[in-house]
Protein backbone atom coordinates (compact mmCIF):
# COMPACT_ATOMS: atom_id res chain seq x y z
CA UNK A 1 0.00 0.00 0.00
CA UNK A 2 2.49 2.40 -1.01
CA UNK A 3 2.01 6.25 -1.40
CA UNK A 4 2.98 8.60 -3.50
CA UNK A 5 6.81 8.08 -4.35
CA UNK A 6 8.91 10.49 -5.72
CA UNK A 7 13.45 10.32 -6.50
CA UNK A 8 15.70 11.67 -5.78
CA UNK A 9 14.39 13.08 -2.25
CA UNK A 10 17.86 15.10 -3.00
CA UNK A 11 19.76 16.97 -5.88
CA UNK A 12 22.15 19.13 -6.25
CA UNK A 13 22.82 20.06 -10.29
CA UNK A 14 25.36 23.40 -11.36
CA UNK A 15 24.00 26.48 -13.40
CA UNK A 16 23.33 24.85 -16.36
CA UNK A 17 22.82 21.42 -15.68
CA UNK A 18 19.98 19.28 -16.33
CA UNK A 19 17.13 17.86 -13.67
CA UNK A 20 15.07 15.17 -13.35
CA UNK A 21 12.39 14.30 -11.12
CA UNK A 22 10.71 11.34 -11.33
CA UNK A 23 7.40 10.77 -9.43
CA UNK A 24 5.30 7.28 -9.61
CA UNK A 25 1.86 7.96 -8.46
CA UNK A 26 -0.50 6.20 -5.87
CA UNK A 27 -1.75 2.25 -7.01
CA UNK A 28 -4.95 3.08 -8.82
CA UNK A 29 -4.30 6.58 -9.57
CA UNK A 30 -4.12 7.90 -13.37
CA UNK A 31 -3.94 11.25 -12.83
CA UNK A 32 -0.64 13.39 -11.49
CA UNK A 33 0.46 16.76 -10.32
CA UNK A 34 3.37 18.49 -10.07
CA UNK A 35 3.95 21.12 -7.68
CA UNK A 36 6.73 23.64 -6.79
CA UNK A 37 7.15 24.99 -3.41
CA UNK A 38 10.05 27.82 -3.21
CA UNK A 39 11.32 29.01 0.57
CA UNK A 40 8.69 31.23 2.48
CA UNK A 41 6.37 30.35 -0.79
CA UNK A 42 2.88 28.73 -0.74
CA UNK A 43 2.73 25.70 -3.05
CA UNK A 44 2.03 26.89 -6.58
CA UNK A 45 0.94 24.39 -9.28
CA UNK A 46 2.83 23.96 -12.40
CA UNK A 47 1.38 20.51 -14.15
CA UNK A 48 -1.81 17.81 -14.67
CA UNK A 49 -0.96 15.09 -16.78
CA UNK A 50 -2.89 11.64 -17.49
CA UNK A 51 -1.17 8.47 -19.24
CA UNK A 52 0.14 10.07 -21.89
CA UNK A 53 -1.65 13.52 -22.07
CA UNK A 54 -0.56 16.98 -20.59
CA UNK A 55 -4.23 18.15 -19.42
CA UNK A 56 -3.00 21.69 -17.65
CA UNK A 57 0.30 23.29 -18.14
CA UNK A 58 -0.75 27.03 -17.16
CA UNK A 59 1.41 27.12 -14.24
CA UNK A 60 4.41 25.65 -16.23
CA UNK A 61 7.42 28.38 -16.76
CA UNK A 62 7.77 28.59 -20.49
CA UNK A 63 10.83 27.78 -21.21
CA UNK A 64 13.30 25.04 -20.21
CA UNK A 65 10.41 23.10 -17.98
CA UNK A 66 8.77 20.28 -19.47
CA UNK A 67 6.75 17.37 -17.83
CA UNK A 68 5.38 13.68 -19.21
CA UNK A 69 3.46 11.04 -18.11
CA UNK A 70 4.71 8.10 -20.29
CA UNK A 71 2.41 4.95 -20.44
CA UNK A 72 4.89 3.06 -18.62
CA UNK A 73 6.84 4.08 -15.82
CA UNK A 74 6.83 7.22 -13.96
CA UNK A 75 5.75 10.54 -14.43
CA UNK A 76 9.13 12.88 -15.04
CA UNK A 77 9.55 16.73 -14.72
CA UNK A 78 12.63 17.85 -16.71
CA UNK A 79 14.42 21.39 -16.10
CA UNK A 80 16.76 21.93 -19.00
CA UNK A 81 19.52 24.45 -18.36
CA UNK A 82 19.14 25.20 -14.27
CA UNK A 83 19.38 28.54 -12.80
CA UNK A 84 19.68 29.52 -9.47
CA UNK A 85 16.10 30.15 -8.71
CA UNK A 86 14.53 26.50 -9.81
CA UNK A 87 15.91 25.88 -6.49
CA UNK A 88 13.16 24.64 -4.34
CA UNK A 89 10.87 21.96 -3.51
CA UNK A 90 9.32 19.86 -5.77
CA UNK A 91 5.93 18.21 -5.11
CA UNK A 92 4.15 15.00 -7.25
CA UNK A 93 0.69 14.74 -6.60
CA UNK A 94 -1.70 12.17 -7.67
CA UNK A 95 -5.28 11.03 -7.46
CA UNK A 96 -8.35 8.57 -8.57
CA UNK A 97 -9.91 9.17 -11.93
CA UNK A 98 -12.91 11.22 -9.89
CA UNK A 99 -13.16 15.01 -10.25
CA UNK A 100 -12.49 17.48 -7.43
CA UNK A 101 -10.91 14.65 -5.36
CA UNK A 102 -8.23 14.86 -2.73
CA UNK A 103 -4.57 14.78 -4.41
CA UNK A 104 -2.32 12.94 -1.92
CA UNK A 105 1.03 14.06 -2.02
CA UNK A 106 4.57 12.48 -2.32
CA UNK A 107 7.94 13.76 0.07
CA UNK A 108 9.00 15.47 -2.18
CA UNK A 109 12.34 16.37 -4.55
CA UNK A 110 14.83 19.17 -2.99
CA UNK A 111 16.64 21.19 -6.05
CA UNK A 112 19.46 22.86 -5.13
CA UNK A 113 21.13 24.99 -7.91
CA UNK A 114 25.13 26.36 -7.11
CA UNK B 1 -8.21 35.27 -10.13
CA UNK B 2 -8.46 32.70 -8.30
CA UNK B 3 -6.91 33.15 -4.16
CA UNK B 4 -6.56 31.65 -0.89
CA UNK B 5 -5.59 33.67 2.40
CA UNK B 6 -4.98 32.43 5.24
CA UNK B 7 -4.69 33.53 9.09
CA UNK B 8 -2.94 34.06 11.13
CA UNK B 9 0.52 33.31 9.70
CA UNK B 10 2.09 31.48 13.20
CA UNK B 11 0.21 30.80 15.89
CA UNK B 12 1.78 29.57 19.26
CA UNK B 13 -0.55 27.66 21.81
CA UNK B 14 0.03 26.23 25.03
CA UNK B 15 -0.99 22.43 25.26
CA UNK B 16 -4.57 22.29 26.01
CA UNK B 17 -5.61 26.02 24.65
CA UNK B 18 -8.17 25.49 22.10
CA UNK B 19 -7.79 27.53 19.19
CA UNK B 20 -8.91 28.23 15.50
CA UNK B 21 -7.06 28.49 11.85
CA UNK B 22 -8.66 30.93 9.03
CA UNK B 23 -8.92 30.01 5.94
CA UNK B 24 -10.67 32.79 2.85
CA UNK B 25 -11.19 32.40 -0.44
CA UNK B 26 -11.99 33.93 -3.59
CA UNK B 27 -12.82 31.59 -6.59
CA UNK B 28 -14.96 31.67 -9.47
CA UNK B 29 -16.98 28.43 -8.10
CA UNK B 30 -15.72 26.06 -5.41
CA UNK B 31 -15.29 22.73 -6.74
CA UNK B 32 -14.03 21.66 -3.09
CA UNK B 33 -11.66 23.08 -0.45
CA UNK B 34 -8.87 20.73 1.56
CA UNK B 35 -6.66 20.77 4.43
CA UNK B 36 -3.30 19.48 5.01
CA UNK B 37 -0.75 19.40 7.21
CA UNK B 38 3.08 19.60 6.43
CA UNK B 39 5.72 18.70 9.12
CA UNK B 40 9.15 20.43 7.98
CA UNK B 41 10.94 18.37 4.79
CA UNK B 42 7.63 16.37 4.20
CA UNK B 43 5.49 16.13 1.38
CA UNK B 44 1.32 17.81 2.60
CA UNK B 45 -0.71 14.85 4.19
CA UNK B 46 -3.85 15.11 3.13
CA UNK B 47 -6.87 15.91 6.51
CA UNK B 48 -9.67 17.17 5.24
CA UNK B 49 -12.36 17.41 1.98
CA UNK B 50 -15.48 19.42 2.39
CA UNK B 51 -17.62 20.44 -0.47
CA UNK B 52 -20.65 22.66 0.28
CA UNK B 53 -21.03 25.32 2.99
CA UNK B 54 -22.40 24.08 6.24
CA UNK B 55 -20.18 20.64 5.78
CA UNK B 56 -18.33 19.94 8.98
CA UNK B 57 -15.88 17.04 9.19
CA UNK B 58 -13.87 15.70 12.45
CA UNK B 59 -10.78 14.05 13.04
CA UNK B 60 -9.15 13.13 16.86
CA UNK B 61 -8.85 17.08 17.82
CA UNK B 62 -9.34 18.71 14.27
CA UNK B 63 -12.75 19.70 13.09
CA UNK B 64 -13.14 21.66 9.80
CA UNK B 65 -15.93 23.75 8.92
CA UNK B 66 -17.27 25.21 5.33
CA UNK B 67 -18.74 28.51 4.65
CA UNK B 68 -19.39 30.51 1.71
CA UNK B 69 -16.58 32.47 2.07
CA UNK B 70 -14.01 31.01 4.47
CA UNK B 71 -13.01 27.71 5.93
CA UNK B 72 -12.02 27.06 9.90
CA UNK B 73 -9.85 24.58 11.27
CA UNK B 74 -10.95 23.89 14.78
CA UNK B 75 -7.83 22.10 17.00
CA UNK B 76 -9.52 20.95 20.51
CA UNK B 77 -6.91 20.73 22.92
CA UNK B 78 -3.97 20.61 20.69
CA UNK B 79 -0.90 18.02 21.97
CA UNK B 80 2.97 18.64 21.35
CA UNK B 81 2.53 16.75 18.15
CA UNK B 82 -0.20 19.08 16.05
CA UNK B 83 2.60 21.32 16.04
CA UNK B 84 2.86 21.67 11.94
CA UNK B 85 1.93 23.76 8.89
CA UNK B 86 -2.02 23.92 7.95
CA UNK B 87 -2.26 24.46 4.29
CA UNK B 88 -5.68 25.00 2.93
CA UNK B 89 -5.96 25.11 -1.12
CA UNK B 90 -9.06 25.24 -3.45
CA UNK B 91 -10.19 23.70 -6.90
CA UNK B 92 -12.33 26.16 -8.25
CA UNK B 93 -15.24 25.49 -10.94
CA UNK B 94 -14.59 25.12 -14.33
CA UNK B 95 -10.83 24.25 -14.57
CA UNK B 96 -8.06 21.75 -13.90
CA UNK B 97 -7.88 19.60 -11.43
CA UNK B 98 -5.44 21.64 -10.20
CA UNK B 99 -4.96 23.24 -6.22
CA UNK B 100 -5.24 26.74 -5.37
CA UNK B 101 -2.75 26.59 -1.97
CA UNK B 102 -2.49 29.40 0.81
CA UNK B 103 0.96 29.79 2.17
CA UNK B 104 -0.11 28.33 5.54
CA UNK B 105 -0.59 28.82 9.47
CA UNK B 106 2.56 27.42 11.61
CA UNK B 107 1.06 25.82 14.77
CA UNK B 108 3.93 25.23 17.25
CA UNK B 109 2.09 24.02 20.64
CA UNK B 110 4.09 23.85 23.44
CA UNK B 111 3.73 21.70 25.96
Known amino acids: NAGVMQNPRHLVRRRGQEARLRCSPMKGHSHVYWYRQLPEEGLKFMVYLQKENIIDESGMPKERFSAEFPKEGPSILRIQQVVRGDSAAYFC????????????FGPGTRLTVL | EDQVTQSPEALRLQEGESSSLNCSYTVSGLRGLFWYRQDPGKGPEFLFTLYSAGEEKEKERLKATLTKKESFLHITAPKPEDSATYLCAVTPQGGSEKLVFGKGTKLTVNP
Open chain 1, 93 to 104: ASSPFRQGREQF
